[in-house]
């Protein structure tokens, strides 16, 4: 019913109605006076040139949407490999933060420690962490 209402449909409509009734005026033309078959040609030939172009423009328009849904789809599921890709990546580098956090921590425990802090913690911080343990 939405289709019947918007602009294109109000248009359509309204062309099919004017062409309608001109193929009536041709009718009673040609009972009349018997000069309505030719001219009923010619509102014929409008209908086909219209409703011809309009089917195949809403055609395309249905397979560039079908073709949009399919790609909004494909996106939608590229951005959930995407964010379970993250996620992952997430819980990687907690882990790796955490592991950086806990080497920084002993470093820093160690460093305040005395005595202790003469050993070369933070040495040993910055040797791990360039290492990159992974």
């Known amino acids: 019913m939405s289709d019947l209402m ?17 193929g009536i005026i041709c009718l009673i033309l040609d009972l009349v006076f018997g000069i309505g078959e030719v001219l009923s040609y010619i509102p014929d030939f409008i ?49 790796r933060a955490g592991k950086r956090g806990f080497k920084f921590l002993f470093a820093m425990v160690g460093e305040l420690i005395p005595l202790l802090g003469a050993l070369p913690f933070w040495t040993i911080f910055v040797l791990l962490e360039l290492r990159g343990d992974k």
Not at 52 to 73: D, F, N
């Open 6 to 22: 918007s602009p294109e449909g109000v248009v359509m409509l309204a062309l099919a109605v004017m062409l309608d009734i001109i």
């Open 47 to 95: 209908g086909i040139g219209f409703f011809g172009l309009w089917i195949l423009m809403r055609s395309q328009e249905e397979k560039t949407y079908k073709q949009a849904r399919g790609e909004v789809a494909s996106a939608v599921a590229e951005h959930k490999r995407k964010v379970q890709a993250a996620k992952k990546a997430f819980k990687k580098g907690a882990k």
